[in-house]
């Protein structure tokens, strides 16, 4: 038979000494042939010794009393710096339990960290503000910036790789973006384009309507109702290629702002590629006749 004064002591994994069960703390687990009594591997004395190290952090939940939380440690490490430093010098958040009890949790970064990234995220954001402002003003400002950036990364920005359809193509294929590393969008032209394409179609018809009659009002001055007229009498043709089941732009004069008829987006593009230049069409005419015929191909 075995020894009942064996049976009735554990070893401590603190202090490594065999004591009687009474100096273990306990819990009962019912389990499916009843309920069984357990014992914790730390005895009362050590595990009270490991309470008394942790510090006591001012948390007052419904109850009123003060918590101590056994799993925050007396020092921690920075994520940031990596350096040893104690409690104190990190910034401590509230959260609940999965019981639902009220705990404390201590940040990843120290305090001097912290502010610090702080800093450096507020310059980046009024830098970035200026720089978006420079753009359209000072493009050359603009452009200076982004090649001391992209020296400053270290980063080569002839090729890029497009997040979306996972092509690699270059830079000149991305939209300029000033918050990431290299200045370029993570997203080629196409994919962008692609992208709002399918939003625009998801729109509410009612509220494309909507948006319509502002936009013709707010740009040319003329309602709805007179651009749906002008497309009758066009019959929904563009006066230059004569397609139809193409979407119709309005062309009108820069200078008096007056509309002059309704244009496929192509051929609105072109007539502004060439400044409105009799001339210049009339060359563009003869160019073809001459040079894209079945000679040249």
Same mark, same amino acid.
């Given at each position: 038979?075995?020894?009942?004064?064996?049976?009735?002591?554990?070893?401590?994994?603190?202090?490594?000494?065999?004591?009687?069960?009474?100096?273990?703390?306990?819990?009962?687990?019912?389990?499916?042939?009843?309920?069984?009594?357990?014992?914790?591997?730390?005895?009362?004395?050590?595990?009270?010794?490991?309470?008394?190290?942790?510090?006591?952090?001012?948390?007052?939940?419904?109850?009123?009393?003060?918590?101590?939380?056994?799993?925050?440690?007396?020092?921690?490490?920075?994520?940031?710096?990596?350096?040893?430093?104690?409690?104190?010098?990190?910034?401590?958040?509230?959260?609940?339990?999965?019981?639902?009890?009220?705990?404390?949790?201590?940040?990843?970064?120290? @305090? &001097?960290?912290?502010? +610090?990234?702080?800093?450096?995220? /507020?310059?980046?954001?009024?830098?970035? %503000?200026? #720089?978006?402002?420079?753009?359209?003003?000072?493009?050359?400002?603009?452009?200076?910036?982004?090649?001391?950036?992209?020296?400053?990364?270290?980063?080569?920005?002839?090729?890029?790789?497009?997040?979306?359809?996972?092509?690699?193509?270059?830079?000149?294929?991305?939209?300029?973006?000033?918050?990431?590393?290299?200045?370029?969008?993570?997203?080629?032209?196409?994919?962008?384009?692609?992208?709002?394409?399918?939003?625009?179609?998801?729109?509410?018809?009612?509220?494309?309507?909507?948006?319509?009659? @502002? &936009?013709?009002?707010? +740009?040319?001055?003329?309602?709805? /109702?007179?651009?749906?007229?002008?497309? %009758?009498? #066009?019959?929904?043709?563009?006066?230059?290629?004569?397609?139809?089941?193409?979407?119709?732009?309005?062309?009108?004069?820069?200078?008096?702002?007056?509309?002059?008829?309704?244009?496929?987006?192509?051929?609105?593009?072109?007539?502004?590629?060439?400044?409105?230049?009799?001339?210049?069409?009339?060359?563009?005419?003869?160019?073809?006749?001459?040079?894209?015929?079945?000679?040249?191909?």
């Amino acid at each position: 038979m075995a020894d009942d004064s064996l049976t009735n002591q554990k070893k401590c994994r603190k202090c490594r000494l065999i004591k009687p069960l009474d100096l273990f703390r306990s819990s009962v687990h019912v389990l499916a042939n009843g309920e069984k009594k357990r014992y914790y591997n730390e005895c009362k004395d050590c595990h009270a010794e490991y309470i008394r190290s942790r510090p006591v952090l001012p948390l007052k939940p419904a109850t009123g009393e003060f918590i101590l939380n056994p799993r925050i440690p007396v020092a921690k490490n920075c994520r940031v710096c990596g350096e040893l430093k104690p409690v104190g010098d990190f910034y401590t958040y509230k959260y609940t339990t999965n019981q639902g009890k009220l705990s404390v949790r201590l940040d990843g970064d120290c @305090k &001097a960290c912290n502010v +610090a990234q702080r800093s450096q995220a /507020e310059a980046r954001v009024k830098e970035n %503000a200026r #720089q978006r402002s420079h753009r359209r003003s000072r493009p050359e400002v603009h452009q200076a910036y982004l090649a001391k950036r992209r020296a400053e990364d270290k980063l080569s920005v002839t090729e890029k790789r497009c997040r979306k359809c996972k092509e690699v193509k270059p830079a000149a294929e991305f939209y300029e973006r000033l918050v990431t590393r290299d200045g370029l969008h993570s997203q080629c032209r196409a994919c962008v384009i692609a992208v709002g394409a399918a939003y625009v179609k998801t729109i509410d018809p009612k509220r494309r309507v909507l948006w319509m009659r @502002k &936009a013709l009002l707010k +740009a040319y001055g003329m309602t709805l /109702e007179q651009y749906e007229e002008m497309a %009758a009498s #066009q019959n929904g043709a563009c006066l230059i290629c004569l397609r139809t089941e193409v979407d119709l732009c309005v062309d009108h004069c820069h200078n008096s702002t007056k509309v002059r008829g309704l244009l496929c987006k192509r051929c609105n593009a072109v007539l502004g590629f060439i400044s409105e230049s009799k001339e210049t069409a009339l060359r563009l005419a003869e160019y073809i006749d001459k040079r894209c015929g079945t000679s040249y191909v």
